[in-house]
């Protein structure tokens, strides 16, 4: 591909995903140059180019949220089924602090220095522990395709609003269940413990909860696996006791799940 054609693709599609930008205001003040300049950089760019030539997607429609790692961004693909574009942040120094979660996962014992291909390896990871979720019937977004910083999946919500989290939603005992059979599951079926476990990343929806950001999640056999096991369940009875629902002793719910 010529220098010319790149830069006429990449100023296209820039300027087409940053003009949709201009429709939503983000909710942490992420601004338009911003989003542009820091998460639409040229690599970027060319990969969404290629997911739409290889009809992954058929456009995108614009920023629904922003993290401090990444922007979310809502794609409609040539079914017209929605799709989420989570783009991880290639310019950010916060994935230095996510290599505790890869160090001593026996799944990815190779890992290259340098931010960007820790970013790769952590979108990469992130779709491997959907698949695994998602292939023993969890309820996680569907995954679809990972390509250099960006994971395609299902989108979880309408019309490019996401769903409500458990934090958004007024909650019952049955979310307090459902989050502690999730984690049950996600132990015994799918051999993961998820590491960063909250009310922040469990949507709650007409079919019951989906959870998300599983870039955290270990395999069993990683040495912390135990301990990030028993925050999640620390973090998860904090909250729905808060909500004043009647939770089980935490010490407790470890011996259920690991048993």
Known sequence: MSDELSRKLESKIDKKLSSKSKKKQLDDGFKKGKVVNEVLDKPTV????KMISDHVISYVNGAVSAGKESVLFWGVAENQKNVALKIYLVSTSNFKK??????GDPRFSKVKKGTK??????????????????EVGLPVPEPILVTNNVLAMNFIGTDGSPSKTLLESQVDESD????????????QKAKLV???????NI????NGIVVFDLGSAVDLRHPNSEEFLKRDISNITRFFNKRGISVKDPSVVYEEITK
């Not at 291909?117 to 979720?133: G, I, P, T």
């Open 203 to 206: 949507f709650k929806t007409d």
């Open 117 to 134: 291909n820790l970013v790769y390896l952590w979108a990469k990871k992130e779709f491997r522990n959907l698949s695994q979720c998602f």
């Open 176 to 187: 307090y269940l459902q989050s502690l059979s999730f984690l049950h599951e996600l132990y």
């Open 194 to 200: 998820h590491g960063d476990y909250s009310e922040y």
């Open 46 to 49: 060319m990969t969404l180019y």
């Open 98 to 103: 996510r290599e505790p979660y890869i160090l």
